[in-house]
């Protein structure tokens, strides 16, 4: 029987095929082998229409049950996750909805207070960009970092599209609208340079495993063993990171993370981090983008 051919593959040549062991060595600021950064997401949802996560069976709309859940995150669970990032003195990658600006200006303005990173997280995640079409999509990416510069001081350099959903064109429409860096891509533990139309972006690490929406909500994990798995990964890259320098985030969202009982086991998890903060640098995603700006391409 003659062998069967097969054609290739689609692929997206953003970026090649490179083992990680293969790579050029380098180290992170004041020579630290680990970079760790908290991915907080502060989000707002559409009463009566569109997506969110969900605590209970969903409703018809207006589904009050899931929309007051989620509410809760931005009326009490996002300052009581600032008041342990101010406890332990860790910054965080703070990812806005734009739709923020008019419900709760004050916890945008807490985070600025801070010193934290804002990065560009569509105008709500009640909708996706997904299914925009080219036009409309770079409206949004402009649009955000024309609110965010205008009501924070300062444009975004960086986007994690709500739900991580993305067009083909996403990754050069986010270069050409000025961002310096994607959160959307979770395919290495290391910064990579991905190729759009217009040049270079770098895909930061953003984690979806270490990650309180799949973890808790998708697979129903208890908040002592997502407390117990973010200090097992911490743990295990930092071995790891004695041999090339690594990336770890942490995604958190404070109506899921903020409500009190999970709140008292990250407070654990991330008091064992800080523990080793002269071991790794606790920074935020633009700074390792401008890190690595400085360094050959990996």
């Not at 229409?49 to 709309?61: D, H, K």
């Not at 934290?116 to 409206?139: C, F, K, P, V, Y």
């Not at 649009?143 to 300062?154: K, T, V, Y």
């Not at 050409?176 to 959307?184: D, F, H, V």
Request: charged share 15%; with cysteine.
């Amino acid at each position: 029987m003659p062998i069967q051919r097969y054609s290739s593959i689609p692929g997206h040549a953003r970026f090649p095929y490179s083992a990680i062991h293969q790579r050029p060595d380098f180290r992170w600021p004041n020579g630290a082998r680990l970079a760790v950064y908290l991915g907080f997401n502060i989000e707002h949802f559409a009463f009566g229409e569109g997506l969110g996560a969900n605590l209970g069976p969903v409703s018809p709309q207006p589904d009050v049950l899931n929309y007051a859940w989620r509410e809760y995150g931005n009326r009490v669970g996002v300052w009581r996750c600032l008041e342990l990032f101010d406890a332990l003195s860790l910054p965080a990658g703070t990812l806005i909805n734009t739709a923020l600006y008019e419900h709760c200006p004050e916890v945008i303005a807490a985070c600025v207070a801070r010193g934290d990173e804002l990065i560009g997280h569509g105008h709500t995640n009640a909708e996706r960009q997904s299914g925009m079409d080219e036009a409309t999509e770079l409206e949004l990416l402009q649009s955000c970092r024309a609110l965010m510069l205008q009501h924070s001081g300062a444009a975004p350099g960086g986007w994690l599209s709500p739900w991580i959903a993305e067009t083909a064109l996403t990754p050069d429409l986010l270069r050409e609208a000025g961002y310096r860096y994607t959160l959307n891509w979770c395919h290495d533990d290391q910064p990579v340079a991905m190729q759009t139309r217009s040049g270079p972006i770098w895909s930061i690490p953003y984690p979806q495993e270490l990650n309180d929406i799949p973890m808790i909500m998708g697979r129903q994990l208890d908040a002592k063993d997502f407390a117990q798995m973010v200090i097992d990964n911490f743990d295990e890259m930092l071995l790891q990171s004695q041999s090339q320098s690594l990336v770890m985030g942490i995604a958190l969202h404070p109506y899921i993370i903020g409500q009190p009982y999970r709140l008292r086991h990250l407070r654990r998890a991330l008091q064992h981090i800080a523990q080793h903060r002269s071991d790794i640098w606790f920074t935020t995603p633009g700074a390792i983008a401008g890190a690595m700006d400085g360094l050959p391409q990996v």
